[in-house]
């Protein structure tokens, strides 16, 4: 019953943070960019997202003729289902999290992986060259980055006392925010999860510029919305794993609730990943590869090595 | 003479009798040749004449036959091909023309001679039927294939109303779409080479990097560009043949339109030849408010290529805060002029009007402002890593290349060749400024990106200057065939009065010749070619765009590259759709 009612809680409250952020990047991109940004439907624009809700319901759900139909309507409800299924194991404040596993960090990774299946199967059942070559740059950036992803983590879990799980995590960082012994570490992971998310500026699986829109090119109606409205999730995921991962989760002073400080700490996050998005150029898919295994790759193995020894050494 | 000494030598190497010379204008020599020398004499121009002709800067044809009257041609001849070269080296230029009789000439191609000349030669076949002997793809290139008949022809209309109604069926859209398909062997391009099939991807005409109606098809092996076939024509206006229709007045609204973030600067390349044409003298304050406006629309221009550039490269934000400076600049130029992007200002012999009260306020509060903008830029967009890591060394080309492929502008700047037809052929009063001709080192993305941050500060330079040295005086010339002719006196004397009434009513009828001057337009070297038979319109008016050429050259700059690299040249290049298909 209880984890009925926190499960209802926990999804209602992702898809509407997940709306929300789109009415905030909105904002947020039009702040930056010296424009106005949706002003009109509502107060401050607000009625705008049920509008474009409405909106994409609305719309004619059409699958282009020479698509592979099964595949094509499949694709965009995995990107869905697998960042849902991350939040079951975020702990939104002490006993707020639906399982309280001693995998988390295995379960996180895993359902991170799996992702990567919603951008390939959207571009090959697309059957059109630009979201065929959107996929595969998408294949090779996500398992790429996967590996990173993975090996920058290794330090918290450490720390954690080489403990997976999301809560022991959080605790273990009463006296000192991983962030700071965990400084390379936590940016190799913030590059890696703003990748794994095809996000600007890592968009490269989109690049609207050169793919026009990559692997959801062939998509409308409410199969672009779940990719769209994905996207936000899993921006909202990233923002939360690395508050809880480096942030201290729920730690905060103790004249406001936990839930408060992991809400306050997610919301900044999410602004910076936003702002990553307004202000850096998308670099080309090799040089952004090479990136990846020439420099984040070694230092993630280094930070792991040093990690290690200290501990061993301080016993 | 100094003028006509390259004539002299070519007397000398191909005999007195194979040269007819005739006079121009604009002063620049011009020969008709023989078709079966031309091929030779234009060898003999770009590679062995000291300080050659190396650049083709121009090809076009005439359609003569209905000239008012033949007579004044040395040749007789119906169809007549242009060759127009420019020599960096003696800052000179040379028109070869030939004559060729009957109705659908042929004459040799000299594709082999420069590679730009695959495209002009196209275009003189699209539009005059003309075919090139030994070119590589004679196909038409700005009409659809199955167009009927050669636009520019005279027998060609050139109103909707001459044409019958337009039916489009269900077989001509099957048709149309049959038309479009890329068919790689009719390029010479194999399917697939011995260890992979090629991927043949259709960019374009809408996409979004592509800022415009332009195709490019690639073909790819993996993310890397094997070769470009660029189809160009879906903006195409016929800007060339309604020259030929509308008063030379009435004209000067379409040039707006070649050009079209650059406003102004095209009605100066317009006009600076009509007034040559005409003998007319502009007075001081008309030229420097003219190159007031002609820089302000100069800064229009690279900032709308500032901010799509780092858009292209995937920098979203840049192209809002250029767009609202942008904004900042047609906020004088409508005071001035009430237009914006068409401002349709300069006359024959002048500007429309004189400047506004309060004029300086306004371009002295911008003068204040856009450096910081621009400072700011430099660290969002020129100093960002990712930035330089997309464009530096990418789509390269020499001095070399940039002149063999007919490259002009903040392109040819790029690779190190100091070269500004303001400095160097100073037109409507620019000898009388002070400013600087930035030039790259390596010819790359970065280079040209960076060649236009610094024509920006100079343009800054320039309007400073004109600001602070506005001359008094009148803003049109006295001179009979200034359009419209200043209104004031025409209630005082009659001869005013009867200029003003023809000019008006007919349009004025410039005499006899031709013309072409080039100027440093905001994207390369635009020159209007104009013939005038003694009427109230152009016998020919051909447009030369920087666009063109630089296009031409996108296959050549991209191969070996990959797709994102395609889309950061793009950038670099600087074109507009409606500059280069007309």
């Known amino acids: ?315 | 003479m100094q003028n006509n000494s390259i004539i002299s030598l070519l007397t000398e190497r191909f005999g007195a009798e194979a040269i007819i010379s005739q006079p121009t204008v604009d002063g620049i020599p011009t020969c008709w040749v023989d078709k079966s020398k031309v091929v030779d004499m234009l060898s003999f121009l770009k590679n062995e004449v000291s300080r050659p002709y190396r650049m083709l800067y121009d090809l076009t044809a005439i359609d003569e036959r209905e000239r008012s009257n033949r007579s004044v041609l040395p040749v007789s001849s119906d169809f007549t091909v242009v060759y127009h070269l420019t020599s960096y080296g003696r800052n000179e230029d040379i028109r070869i023309k030939v004559p060729l009789q009957g109705e659908y000439p042929t004459m040799p191609s000299i594709t082999k001679l420069w590679a730009n000349a695959n495209w002009y030669e196209r275009e003189v076949f699209d539009m005059f039927g003309i075919r090139f002997d030994g070119h590589p793809f004679l196909q038409r290139i700005l009409m659809p294939r199955n167009w009927q008949g050669h636009p520019l022809r005279k027998e060609h209309p050139a109103r909707a109303t001459e044409m019958g109604p337009f039916v489009f069926t269900e077989d001509d859209r099957t048709a149309a779409d049959e038309m479009l398909q890329f068919k790689p062997e009719e390029w010479g391009m194999s399917r697939s080479s011995d260890d992979a099939d090629f991927l043949f991807l259709n960019l374009g005409p809408d996409h979004p990097g592509t800022h415009g109606l332009l195709r490019l098809v690639l073909q790819l092996e993996g993310e890397e560009i094997v070769d470009v076939v660029p189809d160009i024509g879906y903006h195409h206006r016929g800007a060339e043949k309604m020259g030929e229709r509308q008063t030379w007045h009435k004209f000067i609204p379409y040039t707006d339109r070649i050009d079209y973030t650059a406003g102004v600067i095209n009605n100066l390349a317009y006009l600076l030849t009509v007034e040559k044409m005409a003998g007319i003298e502009v007075p001081p304050r008309a030229q420097v408010i003219r190159i007031m406006l002609t820089e302000l629309y100069r800064i229009a221009s690279h900032l709308v290529w500032y901010g799509t550039f780092a858009q292209d490269l995937g920098q979203i934000s840049p192209v809002f805060y250029t767009f609202n400076d942008r904004e900042r600049v047609f906020d004088i130029i409508s005071a001035i002029t009430g237009g914006r992007m068409h401002a349709n200002w300069f006359r024959i012999g002048g500007i429309a009007q004189d400047l506004p009260q309060g004029w300086q306020q306004m371009v002295a509060d911008f003068l204040k402002h856009f450096p910081k903008s621009l400072r700011e830029w430099d660290k969002v967009v020129m100093r960002n890593r990712i930035i330089k890591a997309r464009t530096i060394g990418i789509g390269v080309f020499n001095t070399d290349e940039a002149i063999e492929w007919g490259a002009t502008g903040p392109a040819l700047r790029a690779t190190g060749f100091e070269w500004d037809l303001r400095k160097k052929r100073p037109y409507s009063g620019y000898d009388q400024f002070e400013f600087d001709i930035p030039t790259g080192r390596n010819g790359d993305c970065y280079d040209r990106a960076r060649v236009r941050v610094e024509e920006m500060w100079q343009s800054l330079r320039i309007i400073e200057q004109c600001m602070r040295r506005m001359p008094e005086g009148p803003y049109k010339s006295t001179h009979p065939l200034a359009t419209p002719p200043l209104k004031e006196r025409t209630m005082y004397d009659i001869e005013t009065l009867i200029n003003h009434f023809l000019g008006v009513s007919w349009g004025p009828v410039i005499p006899e010749g031709e013309a072409m001057i080039q100027i440093e337009a905001a994207k390369g070297s635009n020159a209007y070619y104009l013939i005038s038979d003694n009427n109230t319109s152009a016998y020919r008016c051909r447009i030369r765009t920087p666009s063109f050429a630089h296009i031409q050259m996108v296959p050549y700059i991209s191969r070996g590259y990959t797709i994102a690299d395609l889309l950061a040249i793009l950038g670099a290049v600087d074109f507009v759709l409606a500059d280069l298909d007309r």
């Open chain 1, 1 to 315: 019953m209880a984890i009925g009612f926190i499960i209802a809680i926990v999804l209602l409250m992702v898809i509407t943070i997940a709306a929300a952020n789109i009415y905030i990047e909105r904002r947020l991109l039009s702040l930056w960019q010296d424009r106005r940004g949706p002003n009109r439907a509502g107060p401050w624009g607000i009625l705008q997202v049920p509008a474009d809700m409405i909106k994409i319901f609305l719309k004619e759900d059409w699958i282009p003729p020479f698509a592979d139909r099964t595949v094509f309507v499949i694709a965009p409800t995995i990107v869905m289902i697998v960042t849902l299924l991350s939040f079951a194991i975020i702990p939104f404040a002490p006993g707020f999290m639906v399982v309280d596993s001693n995998i988390a960090l295995l379960f996180f990774l895993a359902n991170s992986s799996l992702g990567v299946y919603s951008v390939v199967l959207a571009g090959w059942a697309s059957n059109n060259k630009y979201s065929l070559i959107g996929a595969m740059r998408g294949a090779a950036q996500m398992v790429s980055y996967e590996v990173f992803m993975g090996l920058s983590l290794m330090g918290v879990v450490m720390l954690a006392g080489g403990s997976f799980s999301m809560r022991e995590i959080v605790e273990s960082q009463k006296e000192m925010w991983n962030v700071i012994p965990q400084l390379p570490g936590f940016i190799i992971f913030l590059i890696a999860a703003v990748a794994e998310s095809h996000r600007a500026p890592f968009d490269l699986p989109e690049a609207e510029g050169e793919l026009v829109a990559g692997f959801h090119t062939e998509y409308s109606g409410i199969k672009f919305g779940m990719f769209f409205v994905g996207e936000y999730i899993s921006i909202t995921l990233i923002s939360a794993t690395i508050v809880t991962l480096y942030f201290g989760g729920w730690l905060g002073p103790a004249f406001l609730p936990p839930f408060f400080w992991f809400m306050f700490k997610t919301f900044i996050f999410i602004a910076f990943i936003i702002l990553l998005r307004a202000s850096l150029p998308r670099p080309r898919y090799d040089q952004f590869m090479a990136v990846g295994w020439k420099i984040l790759l070694p230092i993630s193995l280094i930070n792991i090595l040093i990690t290690a020894a200290i501990l061993l050494y301080k016993g």
